[in-house]
């Protein structure tokens, strides 16, 4: 069910990860806004999966994602995005964070691999030192070319 994916205290979805890393299963992190989520992001995140056994997308907030992309997003807010993230098959559980980056719940979670998108090279990925010093991998994922939730957010805004 959606509802058992969605985490908003930091401390409880630490101690599922403790009991995910106890039964032997590798743990996947990635982060960002996903507004307007769209087919890029689907494939990211089912490739995502297979990194490991349970995947968690922390979401940037409101708040986080406005002072990133400016006074006009995000287009959905953080309820409407955690749970359409929540409702997707690859996800294992999805959190918000207030913070400009996912560095404090990086740190808190030490996930086994710390995955980002194309656009980014491993050692710019905000965490990607606490996750290598801790024994895990970075990745950069190929990036789905033709979607984008800017050019998505433009062809609204000019009316096609």
């Given at each position: 069910?959606?509802?058992?994916?969605?985490?908003?205290?930091?401390?409880?979805?630490?101690?599922?990860?403790k009991?995910?890393r106890?039964?032997?299963?590798?743990i996947?992190?990635?982060?960002?806004?996903?507004?307007?989520?769209?087919?890029?992001?689907?494939?990211?995140?089912?490739?995502?999966?297979?990194?490991?056994?349970?995947?968690?997308?922390?979401?940037?907030?409101?708040?986080?994602?406005?002072?990133?992309k400016?006074?006009?997003?995000?287009?959905?807010?953080?309820?409407?995005?955690?749970?359409?993230?929540?409702?997707?098959?690859?996800?294992?559980?999805?959190?918000?964070f207030?913070?400009?980056?996912?560095?404090?719940?990086?740190?808190?979670?030490?996930?086994?691999?710390?995955?980002?998108?194309?656009?980014?090279?491993?050692?710019?990925?905000?965490?990607?030192?606490?996750?290598?010093k801790?024994?895990?991998?970075?990745?950069?994922?190929?990036?789905?070319?033709?979607?984008?939730?800017?050019?998505?957010?433009?062809?609204?805004?000019?009316?096609?």
């Amino acid at each position: 069910m959606i509802k058992d994916k969605l985490y908003t205290d930091w401390s409880k979805a630490h101690e599922k990860v403790k009991q995910w890393r106890d039964e032997g299963n590798t743990i996947v992190f990635t982060n960002g806004c996903f507004d307007l989520l769209h087919i890029g992001h689907v494939l990211y995140l089912e490739e995502a999966k297979t990194l490991g056994n349970r995947l968690i997308i922390a979401v940037n907030s409101d708040e986080s994602t406005r002072r990133l992309k400016g006074p006009n997003r995000p287009i959905k807010d953080e309820y409407n995005r955690t749970h359409i993230l929540a409702a997707l098959e690859s996800t294992d559980m999805v959190l918000t964070f207030d913070q400009d980056t996912p560095f404090e719940i990086i740190q808190l979670l030490l996930p086994d691999v710390l995955v980002k998108g194309g656009d980014w090279k491993s050692d710019q990925i905000v965490g990607s030192d606490i996750v290598i010093k801790n024994g895990g991998t970075v990745r950069s994922l190929k990036f789905v070319d033709g979607y984008s939730t800017t050019a998505l957010e433009q062809k609204i805004r000019q009316g096609r």
